[in-house]
């Protein structure tokens, strides 16, 4: 069993940074996400990670989020720079199978393990 623990959320004024952290405890080899949520929308994919390090971001956070993992820490972390109001919303981080394909990091369906979200609200 996977247990994935957020934290790192807080308030911020736009143009400020944060950093998410994710303890991740149970696993072996997972994909492992990024995912936003705000009331009323779909949940969405932020950034991702594959087993083998590749990393994958949404257009609207590339250049400006980086997502890293230190696997002796068993730690995602998701290193948001330059924030902007539109990113206020509640942060989950996800582990998925290993076999994801590229194309589905992004997307919730793919994922088996959720936290259970930290906030982030930007100010302007």
């Known amino acids: 069993q996977v247990q994935l623990v957020e934290s790192g959320g807080g308030s911020v004024q736009a143009g400020g940074s944060l950093r998410l952290s994710c303890a991740a405890s149970g696993y072996t080899s997972y994909c492992m996400g990024w995912f936003r949520q705000t009331p009323g929308k779909e949940r969405e994919g932020v950034a991702a990670?594959?087993?083998?390090?590749?990393?994958i971001y949404a257009g609207s956070v590339k250049g400006r989020f980086t997502i890293s993992q230190d696997n002796a820490k068993n730690t995602l972390y998701l290193q948001m720079n330059s924030l902007k109001p539109e990113d206020t919303a509640m942060y989950y981080c996800a582990a998925g199978p290993s076999y994801l394909g590229w194309w589905s990091l992004l997307r919730p369906v793919g994922y088996d393990y959720w936290g259970q979200g930290t906030q982030v609200t930007v100010s302007s």
């Open positions: 990670i594959t087993t083998d390090g590749r990393t």
